[in-house]
C-alpha cells in the first residue's frame, strides 16, 4: 500500500518587535511564500501582471524601451534598465505613488500611467497596480504568518 503523503504548512511567526531587515527573517518568509502549498510568490506575480497589462502599461514600457534603443540614447540592456529605473522611481520632490509633484502639477498621460522624469521621459507603475499588488502581498503573507502584537 502506497505511504500518504501530509503536507505541512509552514508558518512565520511575526511580532511587533520583528526585524524586517533581519536576513534569516527575510529567508523565512521567503521559503515560505514559495513552499509547496502555498506557491504564493505566483499568485503574487500574477496578479501583479494582470493589473500591468490591464493599465496597458507593460505596452507603453515595450515601446519605450524601443524609443531609447531606436533612438541611439541606449545601445544595452542594462543601459536601458538603467533609464527606465531612473525615471520609474520617485524623485524627491514627488508624493509617492501618484506622481503629483510638489509644485501641484500631474504628470498623467491619457492611458493614466505618471510619466516621470526630467524630461516626462519614464513611465511610472501605475497606482492601481500598486494597490493591488500590495493587497495580493497582505493576503499571501497572511496565509504563512503568524501575528501578535505586543
Same mark, same amino acid.
Not at 515560505?32 to 493599465?55: D, M, V
Not at 505596452?59 to 525615471?87: N, P
Not at 520632490?93 to 505618471?114: I, Q
Given at each position: 500500500? %502506497? ?62 524601451c ?10 544595452? $540592456? ?11 522611481? %520617485? ?11 510638489s ?34 502581498v ?10 501578535? $502584537?505586543?
Amino acid at each position: 500500500m %502506497p505511504a500518504s503523503s501530509t503536507t505541512t504548512t509552514s508558518r512565520v511567526s511575526i511580532s511587533s518587535s520583528t526585524t524586517y531587515t533581519d536576513p534569516a527573517h527575510r529567508q523565512a518568509l521567503t521559503t515560505a511564500l514559495l513552499s509547496s502549498p502555498n506557491n504564493s510568490i505566483p499568485r503574487i506575480q500574477a496578479t501583479l501582471l494582470h493589473e500591468l497589462q490591464a493599465s496597458g502599461w507593460t505596452a507603453a514600457l515595450r515601446t519605450y524601451c524601443l524609443e531609447l534603443l531606436r533612438s541611439g540614447e541606449c545601445a544595452t $540592456f542594462d543601459e536601458v534598465m538603467s533609464k527606465v529605473l531612473s525615471h520609474a522611481l %520617485p524623485t524627491s520632490g514627488e508624493d509617492e505613488p501618484s506622481g503629483r509633484s510638489s509644485n501641484g502639477t500631474n504628470g498623467v498621460n491619457g492611458n493614466g500611467m505618471v510619466r516621470s522624469g526630467p524630461d516626462g521621459s519614464g513611465i511610472r507603475i501605475p497606482e492601481k497596480a500598486v494597490r493591488e499588488g500590495i493587497k495580493a502581498v497582505r493576503t499571501e503573507l497572511e496565509k504563512v504568518c503568524d501575528w501578535t $502584537f505586543e
